[in-house]
């Protein structure tokens, strides 16, 4: 019989969760219990340490085919907001972020009807040149998939290519929730969950670290949760590419869904954030999302089993086309401060967890 006490027992001796005790934490009603096991989890995996990067967000594109019941970023070629940056002004960009002290440069942008994979490749080879060592952390496993239909190249090619022309990492979005009806849901013209994971293994397999998103609260079960999750530890216990887990508040204030959903609570985050670290064992960083949880959220989720606040995320558009209240960038004094009045040690990062300096 699963108890909250056989769980802490197994947690307490670093031992794995079933997705049972996963789904009978979300249950729950103890949030500060279900926390001190994700704090005994995080601790013996990063002691004291919370990691955050100085970086910028570029999306090269709002212009998409797809337009996911979600999504309050993309637009039609054409409609009102609709835009795409010439080449010169995303090497603007980069340069101006790394002028100010960023290692990163996140790009993910729309499925543009009429631009071709090499417009891509270009990006890339462009900011290589251009920025000379700041890391390239570019394109969902969505966008990949895209590349591959536009191009008619295999997955493995494209990821080829895409690496000679200077991409260094992924991101990882485009998970949503990788269960199927759910998906069906709330972004049935995206790929499905199963080829979600496929590219990203083909990522991994190419020697590409990348990110794992989970976004909750709309129309998903705590069961969906728990699930994505699964599927998520599973890949990682094959593959070991995911650095980091995720998980992504839902903003409902400008989403089609809107009309039915009110987005998520503060409970709901801490205890989503808590149990991610819990069940995902085999994961090293879990991601508090400050853009989409807000600053105090974030801060409280370092005592719920959170050791990453992202970074500076200057210009970021998704989460705030959305309706995400967080200001648009934080300065790197900022997350500093934030960190150390949780009383944990702020360590600055490069992308694939390189620590730089610590504070």
């Not at 249950?27 to 989890?41: F, K, M, T």
């Not at 004291?48 to 996911?68: A, D, E, G, S």
């Not at 891509?120 to 060592?133: K, N, R």
């Not at 903003?251 to 149990?275: C, F, R, V, Y």
């Amino acid at each position: 019989m699963t108890t909250f006490a056989t769980i802490s027992a197994k947690v307490r001796a670093a031992q794995r969760i079933s997705a049972e005790e996963a789904l009978f934490l979300f249950a729950s009603p103890d949030l500060l219990g279900i926390g001190e096991l994700a704090a005994l989890a995080n601790e013996r995996k990063n002691g004291r340490n919370v990691f955050f990067n100085v970086n910028r967000h570029i999306n090269p594109t709002n212009v998409c085919v797809n337009r996911c019941a979600f999504c309050a970023f993309s637009r039609t070629a054409g409609e009102e907001g609709a835009y795409t940056l010439a080449l010169d002004e995303i090497c603007r960009r980069a340069r101006e972020a790394a002028d100010e002290g960023a290692t990163e440069v996140h790009i993910v942008g729309g499925l543009h009807p009429d631009l071709p994979f090499e417009f891509y490749e270009e990006t890339l080879q462009a900011i290589s040149s251009s920025v000379p060592g700041l890391h390239i952390k570019a394109f969902t496993a969505v966008e990949i998939e895209y590349f591959s239909r536009i191009s008619g190249l295999s997955i493995e090619r494209v990821f080829e290519r895409l690496i000679s022309a200077g991409l260094g990492s992924m991101p990882g979005g485009g998970a949503e929730i990788l269960v199927e009806e759910v998906r069906q849901k709330i972004c049935p013209e995206k790929i499905s969950g199963a080829h979600w994971l496929d590219i990203i293994r083909l990522a991994h397999l190419a020697g590409l670290k990348t990110n794992a998103t989970m976004l909750y609260g709309h129309v998903e079960s705590a069961a969906d949760r728990v699930a994505h999750m699964e599927m998520l530890r599973n890949l990682q216990d094959e593959t070991g590419g995911f650095q980091a887990f995720i998980p992504l508040a839902f903003q409902p204030e400008n989403s089609d869904l809107k009309l039915d959903l009110k987005g998520t609570s503060g409970l709901d985050d801490l205890k989503t954030l808590a149990i991610g670290r819990i069940f995902l064992d085999n994961f090293d960083h879990i991601k508090a999302y400050w853009i989409m949880l807000g600053e105090k959220i974030a801060q409280v989720s370092l005592a719920f089993g959170v050791n990453d606040l992202d970074g500076t995320v200057i210009e970021e558009k998704i989460g705030h086309d959305a309706g995400a209240l967080s200001p648009q960038s934080l300065t790197k004094d900022g997350i500093i401060r934030l960190i150390r009045k949780a009383g944990k040690t702020p360590v600055e990062r490069d992308t694939l967890y390189h620590p730089l300096r610590s504070y």
